[in-house]
């Protein structure tokens, strides 16, 4: 397998970290967005939407969206849920976490870490949308220690992502003490690695 | 089953589309969002995301987020592809309709149709996305009859909801041939509802 990748993404190293708890060997392929090189010619045929992460098989089959990546490696391990209810729930937090975290948390620490000064005007919304999901986590996990079900799935993976690094896109995240031993409960896999180590 | 729901919705109607399709029975509970009826102290136990749509089963189990929904009742259907490659597959295309898709071609079309004056300054970066996520359908289609398959499945019905009222947010779908005969394919299913029928 081949994964083309952007160390940075937080949606790539959510691909990153379940290839480490499954120990599956792959071929990493850095890609510099900043350079284009998602967009070029190549590269759009593979992933016309031209984006990272994306997974090659080795028969040369394509597969894009990190969370659809995840579901794809983790059917048939402990990190799919087994009954058809949690499978759902799982998604239902996958699909949270594109619809209202990561456009929120994600773009916020996007342009406050490359300091895009064309684009701060939407700090002002992105701030908000952001402490609101941040918020939904919160509540969840006043009563829960994993996302569904008795240990991390999917659904913990795709959220660890980019709440870990929320601190970047300018959020506080010390008025959140469930989140904090959430994402420490995450770290604690024997298998963690961090988003900004480089794949062997 | 009970599914929480908002009649112009587009993320409601796909479930009430595939219910349609399965033949599933289920009471219909109208909330008005306007009314913030989905912001209830009630309704937020069930959903603290304060969204429709919201299935709840008969054992009082809740589950939100259309696409998450839409997965739960599909599986072990012929709506779910069978081979897990075709099951990332279709939801790679159901990430990128709430990514790409919805949050320009959706919210385009409520702006539009409720004429909110305060944000129909935002149509001028929403347009040019929606018209971004229609190419990449456009191309697809090109060669192939649905998205995932031999047949229809969850991803057509995701993204057939908010692509059929498209014109709605001002997107002329005219220069689409391919998106426009794949529109006609899913209608001609002979369970087909449209999303202004009220269910009984």
């Not at 590269?43 to 984006?51: I, L, M, S, W």
């Not at 929120?104 to 895009?116: D, G, P, Q, S, T």
Request: hydrophobic share 40%; with cysteine; proline share 6%.
């Amino acid at each position: 397998m081949k994964l083309y990748d952007y160390l940075p993404s937080g949606n790539s190293y959510k691909v990153r970290l379940l290839m480490s708890y499954l120990g599956l060997a792959y071929e990493h392929i850095d890609l510099d967005i900043h350079k284009g090189e998602t967009h070029s010619d190549d590269f759009k045929a593979k992933n016309p939407a031209g984006q990272i992460p994306l997974l090659e098989l080795s028969d040369g089959r394509c597969l894009a969206e990190s969370n659809a990546i995840i579901f794809f490696l983790a059917e048939g391990t402990p990190y799919w849920p087994t009954s058809a209810f949690d499978q759902a729930k799982a998604l239902q937090w996958m699909f949270f976490e594109q619809y209202k975290h990561e456009p929120a948390i994600a773009v916020a620490r996007f342009i406050r870490i490359y300091a895009i000064d064309s684009r701060s005007a939407e700090l002002e919304k992105l701030t908000p949308r952001g402490y609101a999901a941040l918020d939904v986590m919160e509540t969840h996990l006043a009563d829960h220690l994993w996302f569904v079900g008795p240990g991390p799935t999917v659904a913990d993976i795709a959220l660890y992502a980019y709440t870990h690094v929320a601190g970047e896109g300018g959020f506080d995240l010390s008025k959140y003490p469930n989140i904090l031993t959430w994402l420490d409960r995450v770290s604690d896999h024997p298998k963690h690695i961090r988003i900004t180590d480089r794949p062997d």
